[in-house]
């Protein structure tokens, strides 16, 4: 079958000459799948008259027109075309594909973005004249696609209506006339105004005269009479568009991409008014008369129809709740069940937490990314930037969505993971998310749905997708199938969080799922999950999990689209939380004096970068603040949870505490914090527990599940069993320390503060510590532990011990307050110690201070790669037993200026003659850049008059690598070579590299400018850096300024020839200092070898030579060694 097809739908591009000539196109025979023809070039609109004649015998050729107004399209046509292709088989997988073809021809906010000059290549003698014409018979036979509510019961005796002639948003639209004619304008200076972007409502229009007139044409021929402007869409594809239709004397619509007119700006109307096209209420939005509604679409996909997404988009006040309200009043109407479910989802979410619960502080959120933690482990765990790399997601978390939902490829599920310890405030930050979009914060997203994983840990029970959307969240909803169809329809503007994704380890193996279930069949839970993450179920949404970065489900996450990091309080951001929790309690009288007792124990206010500690410290401080004036904080972390604990243990039944410690510590075991009613003892014990804020039923929880408040105190419990129960082996309580070998240990660790409790509860005094707790009835069995791990403490050897588990066994000791324990720990400690790779957290970095100032000796830190922070790393740099530390060179140099503009003078002083770059090895450009910043800040600070002298970290560097690698290597070196001059005491330049420099004949041109200033370098390293004959007579150019110091010279593996080869020969004899020369693995044949050799033979002082290379015959390389046995052949 043939068919004379029109221009590619969307375009309709004018033939310069104004042709009106059609296309011709041809199509084979309709063979294969529906999908193949999806995927051909064919035009769409010929594809529907193709199926509509296919029954017709004898029919050999069907005529369309390049005019879409006349084409024979109707939706009956279109509607029996979609169902067979429903039914076929393999086109279920491109209905996405259709989709994404009726958005882009139909849907107006596809067109942005695109040129906005149309008429740029349209020059002023290419005129749109009168060839441009419709034969009669076509304009009768046709038909015009009709409104659905304008169609009549008998769609074969329905008549098109008539083409009004409109001015559609920065649109021109307007009959061609012959007899009427407009001079050839800019179209901003036809309406007499500058180009300038507006917003208008839809149904706002405009109206303007267009005069006669007979001057001759030049570009564009308008009728006589007022056009209407009706606000659409902003942008269109760069070109003219042609659309013809009938009556009302209409031969063609033109339609210019230009500036709306402003109504101050058109003159006032007169003649005949032409009304703007209806909007037809099943495509909200549109004004196309070719779009199809959705009662056209049967079971299609609509993320091509117009919704939310055209308006919501603009930007929000963040502060004003009211304004999803406001907005949602300008869009176009969901169906009514949609709306109502849609305010009662908003009103779920904005509802803010009352009291010290509603308080939230604005925490950075890092970019983050996984890595393996060795290179023997498949385990993958959080990179450690440094401090000054970390990048930090710009604009917050509304802009940080939005930057990532731009970044993902269409119809594709969206993945993206928010990171951190416990503690650190994630299921705050995933109800902050939900508010977000409850105020509007959030446009890009019609439906936020927050389930909290511990509500899908039911492994036996059924579910579907409408499940977990409506039913499973902290408040159940109530939804019509009808919401849930429409929400199928958008899965793009779903967002789904998924918060404490750690919790659904019992669900493993969900992640590689050989297939998914479909929408309505109810499935498993592993089922339902693993659809969601194959990108089977609600394909396009965007799936937001938070998680703790440990365990096994978070090494799959490795892959997500995006992966952040919680940061928690900065030191600052605790004290301000302090006070406005008191503010908040109704005692501001209060504040300052428990901002007071905080200040007085550093050691909780480093804890307190974590805001579940940092509330449990204000909520000890409000108990003992209303006791009397005479209170004072703990110093541990066992003797806060032990103050928060000891009242409320007291007044419970006898033993009850210990039954809820045993609870903690078996779910513990199996990585759970959620139990059932029926898994307490008692009924007493469980009211107890309830009363006091142990356990609470957490949100979306059914009213038998009950869950530990907070992470920690779950750990304390456990350590509380571990200490109470004689079921423990003595021998095996040393195992709990986590010290050891994981192969050794009797369980993985999972309540990673276990440890610190632990000891806290077994050393430290009975009356204020296990006593205030359980009674001195466990005295005996306490004693007994502590002599257990009082020996094994004395046995170790710190200096043994990996980074983590000494700065573990730094946190053990503290907890203890066991003054022979800390002394023989701290003693013990290695007079170099490297953290490099370790995170070091602000308690950390207090802990290993407090020990480095009680060992009584001198110590030498590496700090690189430990993500520590300005404070924690000046208050380590200012130990007075801290000769030397290594840092990021970044941090480094942001401490001294810190240092200097708070006039820290001595502290500056200290920093600055206690760091150390030795030896540096370049591996970035970043590396280049900061090592500059460096020595600039040594320039400054020589120019200045009250310092003076170098920096020691400069004067002091002898051996300096440089490995990038050929593509960022030629980039970096120019870079190297300006400031290599600076480093007056280098012995040792290395510029090899595995993946080979390439610094070639520039790079070692600049390198021998620097010699003559280098003058300690002993050791110079140039190999494999595709060095030719030039770079080698440059080279042997500047070597003579190294004779007095140089001992070794490598140029190996380069392509050195003859000639560079007889320039290196002719420098030899002057270098007297040299000693070892290779020239290996290059391009110099046996003429070569022989100057070399020659050389040589006037160089007592040389003691090797290392030359052979494959382009020298073996024999005369022999014969040479022969006759010097200080070549070498190896």
Not at 430 to 447: H, I, K, M, N, T
Not at 1118 to 1128: A, N
Request: some cysteine.
């Amino acid at each position: 079958m043939r068919c004379l097809a029109p221009h590619p739908a969307g375009s309709y591009l004018l033939e310069p000459q104004g042709s009106s000539q059609c296309a011709t196109m041809e199509l084979g025979p309709l063979e294969g799948s529906y999908l193949e023809l999806l995927n051909s070039d064919a035009d769409p609109l010929c594809l529907y008259h193709i199926y509509d004649q296919m029954d017709l015998a004898g029919e050999e050729e069907i005529e369309l027109y390049s005019e879409p107004d006349t084409d024979t399209i109707n939706c009956d046509q279109f509607s029996r075309l979609l169902c067979d292709m429903e039914g076929d088989e393999e086109t279920k997988e491109a209905y996405a594909n259709i989709a994404e073809l009726d958005q882009y021809v139909f849907q107006d906010s596809q067109l942005e973005g695109l040129s906005k000059d149309i008429f740029k290549h349209i020059g002023p003698d290419e005129v749109i004249g009168d060839s441009m014409e419709m034969p009669a018979e076509v304009g009768q036979k046709s038909q015009k696609r009709p409104f659905p509510e304008e169609l009549p019961a008998d769609l074969k005796h329905w008549k098109p209506a008539e083409p009004p002639a409109v001015v559609t948003g920065s649109f021109l639209v307007g009959p061609v006339s012959s007899s009427s004619t407009l001079p050839c304008l800019p179209l901003p200076a036809l309406f007499n105004q500058e180009p300038a972007s507006s917003r208008m409502c839809l149904e706002e229009t405009h109206q303007m005269p267009m005069p006669s007139s007979s001057s001759s044409l030049s570009c564009l021929n308008l009728p006589e009479g007022p056009v209407q402007f009706v606000p659409t869409v902003s942008t269109l594809p760069q070109g003219l568009w042609q659309i013809s239709g009938t009556g009302t004397g209409v031969s063609s619509i033109f339609i210019y991409h230009g500036e709306v007119p402003q109504a101050s700006q058109v003159p006032p109307p007169s003649g005949l008014t032409v009304h703007g096209l209806p909007t037809s209420p099943d495509r909200p939005g549109s004004t196309s008369p070719f779009a199809p509604s959705a009662t056209d679409l049967p079971s299609m996909p609509e993320p091509a129809l117009t919704s939310r997404a055209n308006v919501t988009e603009h930007k929000t006040s963040p502060t004003q709740c009211q304004a999803a309200g406001e907005v949602s009043n300008k869009l176009p109407k969901w169906p009514e069940p949609v709306e109502q479910f849609y305010r009662s989802l908003q009103d779920t979410y904005q509802a803010e937490p009352a009291g010290p619960d509603g308080i939230l502080m604005e925490v950075d959120l890092v970019q983050a990314r996984l890595e393996r933690s060795s290179s023997k482990s498949l385990e993958r765990e959080l990179a450690t930037p440094d401090w000054a790399e970390r990048q930090l997601a710009q604009g917050g978390l509304a802009e940080g969505l939005l930057a990532a939902k731009e970044r993902r490829r269409p119809r594709e599920t969206q993945v993206i993971a928010m990171l951190g310890k416990a503690g650190q405030g994630k299921s705050y930050w995933a109800g902050a998310v939900s508010r977000a979009w409850a105020c509007g914060r959030l446009p890009q997203y019609d439906f936020v749905f927050s389930v909290p994983c511990h509500c899908l840990n039911r492994p036996g029970d059924v579910y579907r997708l409408q499940d977990l959307l409506f039913s499973l969240g902290p408040r159940p909803l109530l939804a019509a199938d009808e919401v849930f169809s429409h929400i199928m329809k958008r899965p793009d503007r779903v967002l789904l969080i998924l918060d404490a994704f750690e919790e659904l380890e019992a669900q493993d193996g969900f992640l590689h799922s050989t297939c998914g279930p479909a929408p309505a069949e109810p499935c498993s839970l592993r089922g339902l999950l693993a659809g969601l993450f194959q990108k089977k179920l609600l394909r396009g949404c965007t799936l937001l999990l938070t998680a703790r970065p440990r365990g096994r489900l978070v090494q799959n996450l490795s892959k997500a689209d995006a992966l952040f990091e919680l940061s928690g309080f900065s030191m600052e951001q605790a004290q301000a939380y302090v006070m406005r929790y008191f503010e908040c309690s109704g005692m501001t009288e209060h504040q300052d004096r428990a901002l007071a007792l905080l200040r007085d124990r550093p050691f909780l206010l480093s804890h307190s970068h974590s805001p579940t500690l940092c509330r449990a410290v204000c909520q000890l401080l409000e108990a003992l603040l209303e006791l009397g004036e005479d209170a004072e904080l703990p110093s541990t972390l066992t003797g806060l949870y032990v103050g928060l604990l000891g009242r409320a243990a007291l007044s419970g039944p006898p033993g009850a505490l210990a039954e809820l410690a045993k609870l903690a510590w078996e779910l513990g075991r199996r990585h759970q914090s959620t139990l059932q009613e029926d898994q307490f003892p008692s009924a007493d014990v469980r009211t107890w527990a309830m009363a006091k804020g142990l356990v609470q039923h957490p949100p979306g929880a059914t009213e038998s599940e009950l869950a530990f408040p907070s992470f920690l105190l779950q750990c304390f419990l456990g350590a509380l069993w571990l200490t109470l129960s004689g079921e423990i082996k003595d021998k095996e309580l040393p195992q709990y320390l986590a010290l050891t070998p994981r192969k050794k240990r009797p369980y993985d660790n999972w309540l990673e503060g276990v440890p610190r409790f632990l000891t806290g509860l077994i050393f430290q005094p009975r009356a204020r510590c296990l006593g205030a707790l359980v009674g001195p009835s466990v005295t005996a069995l306490a004693d007994r532990k502590q002599k257990v791990l009082a020996r094994y403490l004395k046995r170790l050897q710190p200096g043994t011990l990996r980074a983590r588990q000494l700065l573990e066994l730094l946190h053990c000791t503290h907890e203890a307050e066991e003054a022979g324990i800390w002394q023989h720990v701290v003693q013990e400690l290695p007079a170099r110690l490297s953290f490099l790779g370790t995170r070091l957290m602000p308690p950390d970095a207090h802990v290993l201070g407090k020990a480095l100032e009680a060992a009584g000796q001198d110590f030498s830190l590496d700090l690189r790669s430990t993500g520590i922070d300005p404070s924690g790393l000046g208050s380590l740099v200012g130990l007075s037993c801290v000769t030397h530390f290594r840092a990021a060179l970044s941090d480094t140099v942001a401490l001294w200026e810190s240092l200097r503009q708070h006039g820290q003078t001595e502290l500056l002083q200290a920093a600055e003659e206690k760091f150390t770059i030795e030896p540096f090895k370049a591996k970035s450009l970043k590396d280049v850049e900061d090592l500059g910043k460096l020595v600039q800040t040594q320039r400054t600070r020589s120019s200045s008059e009250d310092t003076a002298g170098e920096l020691p970290a400069v004067r002091d560097l002898k051996k300096l690598e440089f490995a990038l690698g050929p593509i960022s290597g030629p980039q970096a070196f120019p870079k190297l070579v300006q400031i290599l001059t600076a480093f007056s005491s280098l012995q040792h330049l290395d510029l090899d590299a595995l993946s080979e420099n390439k610094i070639g004949d520039e790079g070692v041109s600049q390198l021998s400018a620097t010699f003559p200033q280098l003058k300690s370098l002993e050791t110079l390293n140039l190999s494999q850096n595709s060095i030719t004959d030039l770079g080698a007579y440059k080279l042997a150019e500047g070597l003579p300024s190294l004779a007095a110091s140089l001992l070794r010279l490598s140029l190996y593996n380069n392509c050195i020839c003859d000639m560079g080869a007889e320039s290196l020969a002719r420098v030899l004899p002057d270098m007297v200092s040299l000693r070892v020369m290779d020239v290996q693995y290059n391009k110099f044949t046996a003429a070569g070898a022989q100057q070399l050799a020659a050389s040589l033979r006037k160089c007592p002082h040389v003691e090797t030579l290392a030359m052979w290379t494959p382009t020298i015959p073996f024999s005369v390389q022999e014969h040479l060694q022969q006759q010097d046995s200080r070549i070498s052949l190896r």
